[in-house]
């Protein structure tokens, strides 16, 4: 029979135990599209349905947990995640994360597909993170937030988030083919539609530099715990004066560029 009510992060955190006999030394989350860290060693794969209890419902992502090797060290590899514009409540959204600070993983690496603000931005930069604002207003019912317009952006400081910017400022000096990490504020909106022109002028009045429709509730979820976490966009498109859609092609090559380096840059930073 097909499960589809999540379970509670204690019985997620038994059957990852029961999975794997070593606390993974880092947990990654692949957002849409982003396919990168493949065939690790001794790796087992695990669907979300068997894990937590339910499957996301967004096309691009496959909903599965990876178990393996990374240069020794065991890591998770989540790809896909739970939305709150897919009527996913707070909860559910953050199970996952819950479940990776319960499960004991002292390090989470957050990935995701933005669009760019910032007008210097290009199809397939990655940025990394370095703040947030919050535009999901989770509990407005419940707690009477004041607008996400007035609150300022949430910093993002962790030992792991300074090393993957240091591994990415190294990639880029020693390779001329690894563009430069750009960073900067991350907006997180509910979606699941992209944004009007307004939205787009507004959150550049708020100086985000890149916006999406995830990874807050993860980042929002660790704020405190022993698990620390870094977090990083790729640029899918981004939001000029007068938005030209590229070619197909051209975003597709873009795409595959920016897993590349993705890659690199995970798979680099996790093995220092
Ligand atoms: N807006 C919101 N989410 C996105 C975008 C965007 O422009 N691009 C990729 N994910």
């Not at 199809?123 to 509990?139: E, F």
């Not at 009045?205 to 976490?229: H, R």
Request: charged share 20%; proline share 4%.
């Amino acid at each position: 029979m097909t499960a589809h009510k999540p379970k509670s992060s204690i019985e997620v955190v038994a059957h990852l135990r029961n999975a794997s006999l070593v606390t993974p030394s880092a947990a990654i989350v692949l957002g849409s599209g982003v396919n990168v860290l493949e065939n690790l060693d001794e790796q087992k794969s695990y669907s979300f349905e068997e894990v937590f209890g339910i499957s996301p419902s967004v096309a691009g992502h496959s909903g599965s947990i990876t178990i393996g090797k990374l240069d020794g060290k065991v890591v998770a590899v989540m790809r896909g995640r739970f939305h709150l514009y897919e009527g996913h409540d707070w909860e559910t959204v953050t199970l996952p994360t819950r479940a990776m600070i319960e499960w004991g993983v002292p390090t989470l690496i957050l990935t995701n597909a933005a669009g760019g603000i910032n007008t210097e931005f290009r199809v397939g930069d990655l940025m990394h993170i370095t703040a947030y604002r919050d535009h999901l207003n989770p509990k407005l019912a419940e707690t009477g937030l004041m607008p996400a317009v007035s609150q300022p952006a949430q910093e993002c400081k962790s030992a792991i988030a300074s090393k993957l910017q240091q591994v990415g400022d190294e990639l880029a000096s020693q390779n001329g083919k690894f563009r430069p990490m750009r960073q900067g504020t991350y907006a997180g909106l509910l979606g699941p539609t992209y944004e009007t022109i307004a939205e787009i002028k507004m959150l550049r009045k708020l100086n985000s530099d890149a916006v999406g429709m995830s990874t807050v509730p993860e980042l929002q979820t660790v704020k405190g715990t022993k698990t620390e976490a870094a977090a990083v966009s790729v640029i899918t498109n981004v939001w000029t004066d007068d938005v030209v859609l590229e070619g197909h092609e051209e975003v597709l090559r873009a795409a595959k560029e920016a897993s590349e380096r993705l890659d690199l840059l995970l798979r680099t930073a996790i093995a220092s």
